[in-house]
């Protein structure tokens, strides 16, 4: 057996582990590869809208009450670059790729919380098998993958950036930042990480983010008082929300949408949601000082808090835990393996037993929670558009469901 004491962090080490993660992403669903599907929005919304508009109007339309500027370059790619038949694999596969740049970003570079091999593989492993079944290759949920990417920028420093690295990491924060509201949540700690490092990239990083965020908040709160077809902040369930809110954003278990219906489920996931917000409160106390560690706990919070709010209903949901759950995972890690000499013992120990727990319970969970979005009877979308082809008054159906579920007006 090799020690990972004698594994190097080099090019070769870092390769294999993103061509790893690569493996297991298609692992958990393999038949989404070999018949790429369209899923929810991204195909009776954003693809059927590209369809039968202009590019300008891909662009400038905010379909769900902010922007989508990836979904709108997905739809224009698929609507106008090619055939009926590539648009379910290049969405697919835009979904593949999108999943596997925060595993590029923490292999690729170097950062306290992911400082050794270890620490390397294990949060690559824990943002995978942490991952909600509906994020899974489909770029409808791409923001919250974004929201992951904007903060392991913010955390990263730059002074160790290649060019490329500089350039393709602005990039992702601009198209992140119109990308939904989950990577403009990080703007405020953002603009407080570059302030504290007070160094160019960082500010250049806070300044694309902050002006994404002016935009994406003027056509969110325009949709909120003018357009709300979503109805949010409108209705609410105060026992969701609070449910949600520990839930989602401190128990980093896996959950189910309708696990609240369920009182036993309910009251443990409860429990155990506000003893991990206990110890949320506690790292977050004990690491004041600490920069890094610090912006990391506000973000969580910010973003939780965010979140559940501007969810459905404020209802939460498992996609809505993903972002927070990798978060508070970088910092368990961090405690679980720190060496410094003045280190608390006890929480080095629970930091351990939690992350065994949380890792344990989500690759258990890893494949069987993909029940509740893929089954083998769902439309294929070769099929479906073989029917429009010979037909062209039927309407091809998408995932998620069966005949009756959604589908495209070609």
């Not at 609507?79 to 038949?85: C, D, G, I, T």
């Not at 930042?177 to 990083?205: C, D, H, M």
């Amino acid at each position: 057996m090799i020690s990972m004491s004698k594994v190097k962090d080099n090019f070769t080490f870092r390769l294999i582990c993103v061509l790893c993660c690569a493996i297991l992403i298609i692992f958990r669903q393999p038949d989404l590869i070999k018949h790429p599907r369209l899923w929810g929005e991204e195909g009776c919304v954003f693809y059927q809208f590209a369809l039968h508009h202009s590019v300008y109007e891909i662009y400038t339309t905010a379909h769900v009450g902010y922007l989508t500027l990836f979904n709108s370059i997905v739809s224009f790619v698929q609507a106008k670059l090619f055939s009926v038949e590539h648009a379910a694999v290049i969405s697919t596969y835009f979904g593949f790729l999108i999943q596997l740049i925060p595993v590029y970003i923490i292999c690729f570079t170097n950062n306290k919380f992911w400082s050794t091999p270890l620490k390397k593989m294990l949060y690559v492993l824990a943002i995978i098998v942490v991952a909600a079944p509906e994020l899974w290759l489909n770029t409808t949920n791409s923001h919250f993958i974004f929201g992951l990417i904007t903060f392991l920028i913010m955390v990263i420093s730059v002074n160790e950036l290649s060019k490329f690295q500089q350039y393709f990491f602005r990039a992702l924060l601009f198209i992140g930042g119109l990308t939904g509201p989950a990577s403009v949540l990080f703007t405020p700690a953002f603009i407080f990480k570059a302030y504290r490092e007070k160094n160019k990239e960082k500010y250049i990083q806070a300044g694309i983010l902050s002006i994404c965020a002016v935009i994406q908040t003027g056509v969110i709160v325009y949709s909120i008082l003018y357009n709300n077809t979503y109805n949010r902040l409108s209705n609410h369930d105060y026992k969701r929300t609070v449910y949600s809110f520990f839930v989602d954003n401190f128990s980093i278990l896996p959950h189910t949408s309708t696990s609240y219906l369920h009182l036993t489920v309910f009251y443990l996931g409860l429990t155990f949601g506000i003893m991990m917000a206990v110890l949320f409160m506690y790292l977050l106390i004990k690491t004041r000082d600490n920069t890094d560690y610090f912006v990391s706990l506000i973000s969580l919070l910010i973003v939780g808090v965010f979140s559940t709010l501007g969810s459905l209903n404020m209802a939460g949901s498992p996609r809505y835990a993903y972002i927070p759950g990798c978060i508070f995972i970088i910092i368990i890690i961090s405690e679980a393996f720190e060496n410094e000499t003045n280190q608390n013992l006890k929480l080095k120990r629970v930091s351990i037993l939690v992350l065994i727990l949380c890792l344990a319970a989500n690759i258990g969970y890893y494949r069987y929670g993909m029940r509740n979005v893929y089954a083998p009877n769902y439309p294929k979308w070769a099929d479906e558009v073989a029917k429009w082809r010979n037909d062209k008054s039927y309407n091809p159906k998408i995932h998620p469901g069966t005949d009756a579920g959604q589908c495209v007006k070609l």
